[in-house]
């Protein structure tokens, strides 16, 4: 019964992928030093005015897009900066569109469209490390000057060969043979959480290990606005809600303001010129 899927208990199915899950964070943690380097690259290209753009189809697509969409939100980056390309346009993202990742030509030509340069650094997804829209887009990147990664599932990929730096997060086979969105998606999903966390940390979109670009868009985000300006700046409740507000909800400028003791409009502008790093901003007003 070692692959009759179907005829285990639903226990028995659920044991089983939890086994074979516990292999992939093994699987990531001997990629590490590869991750890093990309952390690194990714954080020098965006520090430049660069953009992160994520490619991929499938699963692999929907992961990218997914990491892009939840970084504004996160960091209280443009939508711009991080970006996902997925084979099929948008419409792949909830419907599937297995045909165009077959297209070489389809990737050069929607990679062509975000015009890439020497800013820009590209991440190509893919479990095989094989698909071809994929794999094609990247080598358009390069040869435009953009850093290139490879974030596959096996060793030796097309995918790999064509790209700068490549993470090569060996995770098995599936428990369902060939869905790979399973293990592989869920290597790739923790890979792109380190790297664009990793990045932002370096750049300076976080304090601690404080969400303090948090948009404060809704109730619940008010409030853990005004939690990290009460735990950052050492303030009472009201002195935290009242600043926020001066702030126009924006926690970070609401932090220099405190700890610096400056207006909204000197706080924003000690921000622009730290780019929007909030320690190097208030210290450098210490100072």
Known sequence: MANELDRLS????ATRMNYQDARVSRAVREVLPSIAEAMEVIRERLARGGRLIYVGSGTSGRI?????????PTFGTAPAMIQAMIAGGDEALTLASEGSEDSAELGASDMAGRR??????????????????TVAALQYARKKGAATIAVVCRKGSELAKVCGIAIEAEVGAEVLEGSTRLKAGTAQKMICNMLTTGAMARLGYVYGNLMVHVQTKNVKLVERGIAIVRRVAKVEQAVAEETLEAAAGKVPVALVMLRAGVTKAEAERQLRRAGGNIREAMEKMKG
């Open 116 to 133: 890439p340069g020497r800013k820009d650094v590209v991440v190509g997804l893919s479990a095989s490390g094989q698909t071809p829209y």
């Open 64 to 72: 990218g897009a997914l990491d892009a969409s939840e970084c504004p």
């Open 10 to 13: 639903a226990l028995e199915i």
